[in-house]
């Protein structure tokens, strides 16, 4: 028996488990989507569902992107609805982190695959690298730059308001430096954006955990969504010379674990509530460090 897009019933059910798995996982701990469904693209979903194309890396990057879209809708929705974002404070990212991620999302048709690999693998060690020198000992990041040099670099003055109420947040150069870079990581390998703006947040800016990660998902959601419009944009309308790399996204795989995601994304952001950061911070470490390892053995050492 097939069904549409070729999948047979039991690789329609192994499809959908797969992707809510993982979909629930990086919106458990909040991480971009691309961290796991990336590689899942390219080297799970067609070894375990037999209608699953095979896909290059830009394609794999692109329904990654997409399948975001679902997920990170529904689960900033469910942040929302509990009092976790702060709109003010995303709208100062977002307006640095968008066009230049849309920007990146185009140079990376320029970067060979390789690279893009080789950047996204060693970008996932590297904040694996800072999530465990910043907690081991069971510190917070916040403990971790105390009484360091890097604690006056990293802090910020708020604008006292004249009515004695809450310090009101403001953001500087040195804020809108690392919403560019989380910004040209999200269009190069559609990872980084979220956990740049968590410790941007929770370190620099002296904001409750609770409040930072609504507030990230917020961030990495709105940067996302615009990298996939770009690559939309490219894929429909730029010259060959600028999108003919010879790839596709299968956007109706796509669809069915888009909506696979949006019950996902809720299920996260209730798990996100009861996890303790503990626990978040170390299912990070090894997510990161394992997939950051398989994707930079696949590189040199398979080729």
Not at 44 to 66: E, H, M, N, R, T
Not at 180 to 196: F, N
């Amino acid at each position: 028996m097939s069904l549409p897009l070729g999948f047979s019933p039991v690789g329609l059910v192994a499809f959908v488990l797969l992707t809510f798995a993982i979909c629930t996982t990086v919106n458990t701990f909040a991480m971009e989507a691309a961290v796991l469904f990336t590689p899942a693209f390219l080297f799970v979903y067609p070894k375990l569902v037999p209608a699953f194309p095979d896909l290059a890396l830009q394609g794999a990057i692109g329904l990654a992107l997409f399948v975001e879209l679902f997920g990170y809708t529904s689960s900033v929705t469910a942040f929302w609805l509990r009092g976790q974002v702060n709109w003010g404070i995303a709208k100062s990212i977002l307006v640095v982190s968008i066009p230049v991620a849309i920007v990146a999302r185009a140079v990376s048709y320029f970067v060979p695959s390789s690279a893009l690999k080789m950047l996204f693998g060693g970008m996932l060690l590297v904040l694996s690298g800072i999530l465990y020198d910043a907690h081991r000992d069971g510190k917070s990041l916040s403990d971790w730059v105390s009484g360091t040099r890097l604690e006056s670099f990293l802090s910020s003055r708020d604008a006292v308001r004249t009515d004695g109420g809450t310090p009101v947040t403001q953001f500087d150069g040195f804020d809108q430096a690392i919403a560019g870079v989380g910004g040209s990581m999200a269009g190069l390998v559609g990872i980084a954006i979220g956990e740049l703006a968590q410790t941007l947040l929770t370190v620099r800016k002296k904001i409750p955990i609770r409040h930072s990660t609504g507030t990230s998902a917020l961030v990495l959601h709105g940067t996302i969504v615009s990298a996939l419009a770009a690559n939309l944009v490219l894929l429909r309308y730029a010259p060959a010379a600028l999108s003919g790399h010879h790839f596709t996204v299968p956007f109706g795989f796509g669809l069915v674990a888009g909506l696979t995601c949006i019950v996902g994304g809720q299920m996260g952001a209730l798990l996100n509530s009861r996890v303790p950061e503990k626990r978040t911070v170390q299912t990070m470490m090894v997510v990161y460090s394992l997939v950051g390892v398989l994707t930079l053995f696949r590189v040199i050492v398979l080729g």
